[in-house]
């Protein structure tokens, strides 16, 4: 559904499944016209006007509960349950898919030069050229639902069920982990400073600087699954299985 800015429906659309993945609004490739790309549990991947109109609908052969991201020539990227991450054209046509191995509910992340970094439950996360080819790979001990984010030095940060934040340069070259107390199913966030924040389920929130090094920690009463976001102050605010919507200063 799309509302407006005070809060009123603007329209609805229903497309007969749950959906658990989030929308992602973009007009890349410069068409002008804009859509908004949202999985569902119908095993399908749409595309929808900015008016609610279905452009497209993309068929996988399980529930799609990855969220979308978009590369800067319109490039659409996202996982499936059925194993493989898919790259559809804006006029929804494949360009490529790459089976990972395991259900993929990571959301893929793009990088500058194109690359896209997905995590699967196979438990390895996977760095892909703009042709599905495998730039490399590295292996945790569990599954990766947590998605991957690009620091502004190009690295890339992931979290595992296996408790690990891990810190990968953007060749694939593994710099650190970080042991929390808890499944990490939290996608990280990077601020300008190169400070890492992601969520646990030992319910706490961390801080961990460039190089692997802890500088805090904040607990709350529950598992923290939701994915931090840092406002224009540097204020963190997430989310916590307590109940709670924590806002919080660097």
């Known amino acids: ?69 978009v590369g800067p020539d319109g490039t659409v990227y996202f996982g499936s349950n059925d194993h493989f991450i898919y790259a559809i054209g804006p006029d929804g046509a494949l360009r490529w898919r790459f089976n990972t191995l395991g259900a993929v509910s990571s959301s893929p992340a793009v990088a500058d030069d194109g690359t896209v970094y997905v995590g699967s439950s196979s438990g390895v996360l996977y760095a892909l050229g703009d042709k599905g080819d495998v730039k490399w790979s590295i292996v945790t001990q569990q599954w990766i639902d947590s998605s991957p984010a690009v620091g502004p030095d190009g690295g890339v940060y992931f979290g595992s069920n296996d408790g690990k934040l891990f810190a990968v340069s ?33 319910e706490s929130l961390y801080a961990v600087d460039g190089e692997g090094e802890f500088r805090w920690a904040l607990p709350t009463r529950g598992p923290i699954r939701s994915s931090p976001a840092i406002g224009a102050d540097g204020t963190i605010y997430f989310g916590s299985a307590d109940g709670g919507l924590y806002a919080v200063g660097k």
Do not use: C
């Not at 060749?171 to 400070?195: E, Q």
């Open 1 to 69: 559904m799309s509302l407006d800015a005070k809060g009123s429906l603007r329209w609805q659309v229903q497309i007969r499944g749950r959906i658990t993945s989030s929308p992602v609004v973009s007009d890349a490739g410069g068409s002008g016209e804009g859509a908004i790309y949202v999985g569902s549990d119908n095993y399908r991947l749409y595309a929808i006007t900015t008016d609610g109109k279905v452009k497209w609908a993309f068929n996988t052969r399980k529930y799609v509960d990855s969220s979308p991201a």
């Open 170 to 202: 953007g060749d694939g070259v593994l710099r650190w982990t970080y042991h929390t107390g808890g499944v990490i199913t939290s996608s990280p966030v990077v601020d300008k400073d190169g400070i890492v924040y992601v969520g646990s389920w030992d």
